[in-house]
């Protein structure tokens, strides 16, 4: 059974501060890797994918990858009330299914 | 702009009043998907099509069905709701490479269902 593990939150953090979200995955062959967040009542929107290891970057965002240690993190630098919403992290392994965490719901505080 | 677009956006319907939930995409991806997410869980996958071919999730109900009459298209068909289904039914659509795995999903706006 893969599992996708996320820590449910709440997390809060203060307005300008690094909101950092961390998920753990338990299939050694998954291949891609991808943030999506989902705000209250809408559907998810796709924030970051991330296929090698290491970091990558888009504007405030930075995804981290470390498949040694089945491991893949989301930084939201200079965190704004907007960013409050949950976050998904999705799995694939080269099929066509994409596997789920149960999300990390984030708050940030004006 | 290329989408995925779902109808209706919201549905309310009787206990084991059949409902029907549509959804097209202009992405001409090659595989399609529904999730059923009910509040503060994350989306569970109930079946997808790769092409025409259909794959069910083994803890899926057979109260759920689903058609894909063409790429475009494709239909989430309740058959009897029950109080439980009472969720937001997402459609979802990705492209799977030969080269192996499927890209990123594209999320619809979702269609949420309340079942009385």
């Known amino acids: 059974q893969k599992e996708v593990e996320q820590n449910s939150g709440p997390l809060s953090v203060p307005e300008g501060a690094i909101a950092s979200l961390n998920c753990t995955y338990s299939?050694?062959?998954?291949?891609?890797f991808f943030w999506y967040r989902q705000y209250s009542g809408k559907s998810p929107e796709l924030i970051m994918s991330?296929?090698?290891?290491g970091d990558k970057e888009d504007g405030r965002f930075t995804a981290q990858l470390n498949k040694a240690s089945q491991y893949v993190s989301l930084l939201i630098r200079d965190s704004q009330p907007s960013d409050s919403a949950t976050y998904l992290c999705?799995?694939?392994?080269?099929?066509?299914?994409?596997?789920f965490g149960p999300g990390t719901r984030l708050s940030v505080l004006p | 702009d290329a989408m995925v677009i779902q109808n209706p956006r919201y549905q309310v319907t009787q206990f084991g009043k059949p409902v029907t939930l549509s959804c097209s995409q202009t992405?001409?991806?090659?595989?399609m998907y529904w999730y059923q997410q009910k509040s503060s869980q994350a989306p569970k996958l109930l079946f997808h099509?790769?092409?025409?071919?259909?794959?069910n999730e083994a803890d899926t109900p057979d109260n759920f069905q689903s058609r894909r009459p063409n790429t475009s298209f494709c239909f989430l068909d309740i058959r009897s709701p029950g109080l439980g289904d009472t969720a937001m039914y997402l459609c979802?659509?990705?492209?799977?490479?030969?080269?192996?795995?499927?890209?990123?999903?594209?999320f619809g706006p979702g269609t949420r269902l309340t079942v009385l």
């Open positions: 979802a659509t990705s492209r799977d490479q030969t080269s192996g795995g499927s890209d990123t999903q594209y």
């Open positions: 299939d050694r062959v998954s291949q891609s």
């Open positions: 991330i296929y090698s290891n």
């Open positions: 999705a799995v694939n392994d080269y099929g066509q299914n994409f596997v």
């Open positions: 992405l001409n991806h090659n595989v």
């Open positions: 099509y790769y092409d025409k071919d259909f794959n």
